[in-house]
């Protein structure tokens, strides 16, 4: 017996009348889709510019085509593509604001090594079970998947505005999450940087607010989640974000004991620690000057959003 899936096909007019027509589609039809057996994308513009940009210079190829076969990690949820008109400013501000930076501080060579191969963009958020959003992931140091870019733009696009910056802001601070990630893969941060605060770490991360967090020391609720985000948490708010931001949020931690025992002395330490254990960590195992890096990150970010 065939099987068949129903859809709704939804015809507009030039009266200005829509109506739903409830059709049956045929499965074996999926040939005749692109990706699925009926032929190839065109290219275009776009791939031009990821070409001359992104894979000439530095071997990372970009998807954002819809591609029934591409595997993108544990996300099981529903999304949709990007829309066409956000990648090519987007994929120019994670230039501007990622690879220029390290390509600069540190070196071409560098960065072609570490580097992930694939960006695969997502137009939509990821929503996870216990009511997080999901806006990027990295596979292994191969792959970096960056979500919500329909949500995402920069000064420049089309009806920006600077209530804008949330989204684009979240994606800087995503990438350079992930990228924090594939360094510590590739070297190990200090073992000093574990025994800072493990008996707070928690993978209910997510039933405190940053402030709470703050005052346990952690620079994000998310840092909480586990030591290796707690790193690359403190890495990737750093740069973005910079030293003064950082003075302010250590000034705003409240007198008093928080709820889980912590002092406010306590925390204020421990975020100065680890704030140095990673800059020296950039510098130990990478010879990078963390302080020029987050310069040239935060010029960036500053020029695209303000």
């Not at 000439?56 to 085509?65: G, S």
């Not at 994929?91 to 580097?115: C, D, G, H, M, Q």
């Not at 997502?122 to 998947?145: F, M, Q, T």
Request: overall charge negative; aromatic content about 12%; glycine content about 6%.
């Amino acid at each position: 017996m065939k099987k068949s899936v129903i859809y709704f096909m939804c015809l507009f007019f030039t009266a200005g009348i829509s109506s739903c027509v409830k059709e049956d589609f045929d499965p074996s039809e999926a040939d005749n889709i692109v990706d699925l057996g009926g032929g190839t994308w065109a290219e275009g513009s776009i791939d031009k510019w990821i070409n001359d940009s992104l894979i000439t210079p530095y071997n990372i190829n970009v998807k954002y085509k819809w591609d029934a076969f591409e595997d993108i990690g544990d996300i099981t949820y529903i999304t949709v593509p990007p829309k066409e008109e956000y990648i090519t400013p987007i994929l120019s501000a994670v230039r501007k604001t990622w690879i220029n930076p390290y390509t600069t501080v540190a070196s071409p060579e560098f960065f072609n090594k570490i580097s992930p191969k694939i960006i695969y963009m997502v137009g939509s958020p990821a929503l996870e079970e216990s009511g997080a959003i999901k806006l990027g992931v990295a596979e292994g140091g191969k792959k970096i998947i960056l979500l919500a870019i329909n949500y995402t733009k920069v000064k420049g696009m089309v009806d920006y505005n600077v209530a804008d910056s949330f989204w684009i802001k979240q994606m800087f601070l995503t990438i350079h999450h992930e990228f924090g990630h594939i360094l510590h893969q590739n070297i190990l941060y200090p073992t000093d940087f574990k025994n800072l605060n493990p008996s707070l770490i928690t993978s209910n991360w997510q039933d405190y607010t940053d402030e709470e967090a703050l005052r346990d020391g952690f620079i994000t609720s998310y840092s909480m989640n586990t030591i290796d985000d707690d790193f690359v948490e403190m890495i990737s708010y750093l740069l973005v974000n910079g030293d003064a931001w950082f003075e302010e949020i250590l000034a705003s931690i409240p007198d008093g004991i928080s709820d889980r025992g912590t002092t406010k002395d306590q925390a204020i330490a421990r975020l100065r620690a680890k704030r140095s254990i990673v800059v020296n960590y950039y510098k130990q195992a990478w010879n990078i000057d963390f302080a020029t890096l987050q310069q040239k990150v935060r010029t960036a970010v500053n020029t695209l959003l303000y």
